[in-house]
Every structure is written in C-alpha cells, then in structure tokens.
C-alpha cells in the first residue's frame, strides 16, 4: 500500500468520519472535524493533490465527527463532548442530528435540527429513503439505543421507532451496566432488516414495521471478547455473513494515562455466519496485527496510544463508493490500516497494512500517553482511492497495490 495524497485541513489537524461524493468532474471528501466543532470539506478530484475547500463551523464544545449523506441529504451528528476529550462540563452544548441540503456540494444549507433531549447523537446511518437511524441518547433510557428518524420532510424531522436492549430502561432490571448501542445501524436492501453491532451482541431485527422493531437473532459475543465488542457489523452482499468488528479503549484515554493499550480482554474482528438468521454463528476471528521490521516495540500493545480495531468503510450504498466485496478495510488506531482478504471467510488473510508516521504536531489531548498515530476511519471510492484519518494528522489518500494483482489472479482461477 503506498500514500499518493494528503491533506492537513490548512491547520486544522484531525479528522473522523469521512464520506465522499462526485458532483460532475469533480469529487468531494466530507469529514468530520475531530477536535474543532464541525465539517471540513476537501476536493479530492485529484487524490495527489487534494484541495482543501472550507470548514462549517458547527455548535460550540459539541462532538461534530458524524457525517452521512444520500442523493441530496446530508445528516450530521451532534453529541456533547466528554472532558477527556476536550470537552467543558461548565459550558453549554448542543445535541442531536442537523438535516442539510447539499444540493450546491460546497455550499450547505440546513434544513432542520433534530434533538434527542438528551445527550445527544454517537453515530447515524442513511441509505436512503425515508428514514436515518442514529445511536441516540434518549430521555429515561441507560446509554445509547437505536432510533429510527422519519425525514420525508426534511424540514420536519419526526422519530419513527425505537429499539433497546432490555434493561436500558429506566424501570426496567439492567442486565449489564455497560448495555449500548454503538451504530449505526445497516439496512438490508429491502428495507425489512437491520443489522448491528450492540453493547456485546450482533443483533438481526425485523424493521417491516419500523415503528415496532422486532429481534430476529442475537449472538452475544462478550465474554470472551472485551473493550466495545460489537462496535459494528457490516453485512457481505450476496453471502450468509457478517463482518463484526469491536472497538478498542485504553491507550491512554485518560489524562494520567491510563489504563494501558490492551488492559481488556481481546478486541476482535470477526466473521459470522447467518444462514440462519435467528441462529448466528461465529466461524472465525482475524489475525492480530504485527509490528514491521525494524520499530523499537515487538507489540503494538507497547507503541503508545490505542491498539484495535474501530471502523470499517460501511458507506456502499452510495453510488461512488466502491462495493463489499471479499476485502475488508480496517483501521486500528496505531497499527494503522489493515486490509483482510475474506474469500475464505473461515480463514481471513490480512494482505496490506498502511501506518502513517508519527504526528509532529498535538491538535489535542488524545492520546494522552503519547504523541503516535491513531487511525480514525476509512473509506474506498470507485476509483480505487483509500481514505483514511488520524486523530493529529488529517487526512490521507492511499492506493492498494496488489489489488489489481489480487483480480487478475482470481480471474485465471
């Protein structure tokens, strides 16, 4: 894997979530800023030279890193921003979901604001259609739960359904302190099912009435696996399976330090079979990540910072993103990103990796223990260009060298 671009966001370090859209000739990277209150957005028709165009300053001590968008609508998340990251309890904060137009893709104009009356928004999905789900806080419930939000007025965003774990509220007997809904979660193409990754399960619902959700399957995953278990899952078209991966803690997420990269039991990347639906099975786990030659660790649990897995590219639903296929695109914090081959989807093979190198600048407090890369998220267009972002470097643009090699083997197979 090699680096063919990068943008430092004219100074304004990190970057989180990323979407891209093509508008005519030209080609728009979307990401959420990670330490400053909103949106940066990039011209990445040229992936060697990408152009920064503008940043949308959102809400004040706010979490903005969310971005998701289909045809016209663009959602964006807001959620209050913890201590440890920046975050000031004494100052006011906003919450819930912006709705925009981005007919004009340089020039947005919001349509309305949707609030959770609570904390806020973590992570949102939006296929299409009439409807976005969101991780949300809500009034009277433990941690975060799923919420479907009906935008066929964009205008006049109205919640559709919910769906929790039981125990998540209040009333209810809590099963386990630490029950929450990552998200997002991701719709089948009928528009029937959701897949997702929650607390320490992959669940299957119903959706066909999407105000009454309905539990298809569940496959609880933790024990053994620990930190964010089921941080996402993100269905194979075409095949029985599911990909989950969690979402590592640790690595110096506290202002002492503390706790240490890998304190928790094993954070995974796993495959599930799903031919029975209501019957999950899991059918292998991925190889863990290792150092390259000539670094001064023998583990990536001794670089600094954290060490897992956190995001995958789950954005083929938009038309200029390239489909799932049998690659898997994985960032890891400080190992970077690491791609897997799942062909065989009992035994995955990792085949290319990219680490960016240490920040030379501190945009802000993460990691605590020490100034490294912490690779944040991903994205493949159709053009074959890698996305990925770091907590205090931006945003870089990679090429997969041996995936026109790994093709062109398949097809003589």
Known sequence: MKSVGYSGLEGRGGAFKIVVRRSGEKWYAYLGNFWLSGWDIVDVTDAANPKFVKF????????????????????????????????????????????????????????????????????????????????????????????????RDPRNPKEAGRWWMPGQKEGETPIRNDISFHGPAIISADGQKAYLGYGRSV??????????????????????????????????????????????????????????????????????????????????????PVPPKGVPYTDFCDKGGRFGPHNTSLEYHLPDVQKQGDLIYLTYFNAGLRIFDVSDPRLPKETGWFIPPAPVKRYGPLPYDKLVSQTEDVLVDTRGNIYITDKNWGLFILRYTAAKQEQQARSVH
């Open 56 to 151: 949308i300053p959102g809400p004040e001590n706010t979490n903005t890193y969310q971005v998701e968008f289909h045809d016209n609508l663009l959602i964006t998340a807001l959620q209050k921003r913890p201590a440890n990251w920046g975050g000031d309890p004494n100052k006011p904060n906003d919450e819930g979901a912006l709705i925009w137009d981005i007919s004009d893709p340089v020039n947005w104009k919001l349509l309305s604001h949707w609030k959770t009356g609570a904390n806020g928004i973590h992570r949102i999905g939006y296929p299409g259609g009439a409807y976005f789900n969101a991780a949300a806080t809500m009034p009277g419930y433990r941690g975060q739960i799923l919420v479907f939000v009906d935008i």
């Open 203 to 288: 669940v299957i619902l119903d959706i066909s009435d999407i105000a009454k959700p309905k539990p298809i399957g569940e496959l609880p995953i933790s024990p053994p696996f620990g930190a964010l278990p089921a941080h996402d899952v993100l269905p194979i078209p075409g095949k029985p399976l599911l990909f989950v991966h969690g979402e590592a803690t640790g690595g110096g997420d506290q202002p002492d330090g503390s706790p240490p990269a890998c304190s928790s039991p094993l954070t995974a990347a796993a495959m599930i079979d799903i031919r029975k639906e209501s019957a999950p099975r899991l059918i292998s786990v991925f190889p863990e």
